[in-house]
């Protein structure tokens, strides 16, 4: 299938060349030619044309420079290499990087090679004067080098009656930037403005994007100072120019400025808590004298130094969260803990001073705890067992020294009440005790007959004894013929 497509510019050409261009193309797609020569009816067979990619054949081309001149400085303003409606380059205007050769008319030697952007100046220049220069595009991934323009020339003006600043350094603290600068003259008002770096990279004028430095205008003074957060991570430009009543200098050089290289790191601040015989640690923003967190925008690192606060050897750990916990400390210790933030990145490392020193006593572990809780139960589960044993020790105790007075009911009840009480006298007045031997009743009643016949009241079978509860029986031998049923009843 023939599928070939006449070529727009290269048909019917008198040249060994042509330019098809204006043929929009995808530049990134690979591409297939073939040539023929013709003459009058005849024609030659088709020669191929290895494949291959615009994009990767294209040449660079020369830019387009434009030139204004000051009294020690040339404007230049540059336009990318191609047409306005070439899509060659349409992916890439913003990616070119410039290289500008300047010297003077008068000298063939004496050159100097600096890199611009679209639109910048060339300072350190005499006025009066006629530079000629010339500049290349450059694109750096693609290692491609384009062609140098065409060499253009301008004569600088006469010069001003009032210099530019010069020497612009830019310096930072804690909380603030300040920019400072020299001038010969005095009693003069200062103003500075800034601009967004990446406005650098389109071509054009950006007068009008320019702000006013906060706290830098109509200044007395050789610097000022305005507060961080007037930038975010960035690059930007700053330039300054002074003013006498009616006559303004032109602007200084402008300088440029990364907030990266300016950054100063805070030191953090660290609370520390203690829990569980571990210690844990949280890192906070440093302070602003407002009292309100300083937001630092970038990725940081803690270094952070760990210690007995009795012993002098330090461990050192990296770390990038903001709370995290020593573990397995011994309880009831003392430990002390130091920080700072680091920048480490690929570029450029930075680092904080140390936090101060904060120390922090650790608490009972769970051990300690643990014993607590053990020794409780112990105790609850002996305490009735040892309840228990004093109350028998007690009841012994009871039975041995303090014996109950009341007799069994078996005994108490053959004592009247008259003996009951003889027995809580004491033993100096002691009771006689008294014993009775009866036989049966004939035996009594005859020997009672015989009583009162034979003797003046005595009372037969009857003895008294004050052997203090012995009993004894006198008349055991002389009792013949008594019952060999006897009673015997006695009362203590």
Known sequence: IDDWIKLPGCQYVTSTQCDF???????????????????????????????????QKAQIGPPEVHLEAED????????????????????????????????????????????????????????????????RARLHVQRKVGLYSPVSCINTTVENKLPPPENIQIDSNNWNYIIKWDYKYENMTFQAQWLYGYLKKFPGKHEDKWKQLPDCENVKTTQCVFPRS?????????????SNGNNTSLWSEEKRFDTEIQTIILPP???????????????GAPKESENKSVDQPYRLTYEINFWENTSDTKSKILQKKTDFTFLNLKPLTVYCVKARALILEEKW????????????????????????????????????????VVRVLWRCINYVFFPSSKPPSAVDEYFSEHLLKNLLLSTSAEQIERCF????????????????????YKKYGSQTSQDSGNYSNEDENSGSGLSEEVLLQGAV
């Open 269 to 283: 601040l660290i609370n520390l808590k203690s829990v569980n015989g571990s210690l844990r640690v949280y890192i």
């Open 21 to 55: 261009s204006s043929l929009q193309l995808n530049v990134y797609d690979e591409v297939k030619l073939r040539v023929r020569a013709e003459k009058g009816n005849d024609t030659s067979p088709w020669y191929e044309v290895d494949s291959f990619i615009p994009f």
């Open 437 to 456: 031997v009866i036989e049966n009743t004939n035996t009594v009643s005859a020997a009672e007959e015989t009583n009162h016949a034979g003797e003046d």
């Open 72 to 135: 020690r400085a040339v404007i230049l303003n540059i336009s990318p290499p191609g047409t306005q409606d070439s899509v060659m380059w349409a992916m890439d205007s913003s990616s070119f990087t410039y290289s500008l050769v300047i010297w003077k008319n008068s000298s063939s030697g004496e050159k100097r090679t600096e890199t611009v952007y679209p639109r910048d100046k060339i300072y350190k220049l005499s006025p009066e004067t006629t530079y000629c220069l010339k500049v």
């Open 349 to 388: 490392n930075k680092s904080s001073d140390f936090s101060d020193t904060v120390c922090e006593k650790t608490k009972p572990g769970n051990t300690s705890r643990t014993l607590l809780i053990a020794g409780i139960c112990i105790a609850l589960l002996i305490l009735p067992a040892v309840v228990y």
């Open 230 to 242: 007037t930038f975010s991570r960035g690059i930007y430009f700053v330039r300054v120019q002074a």
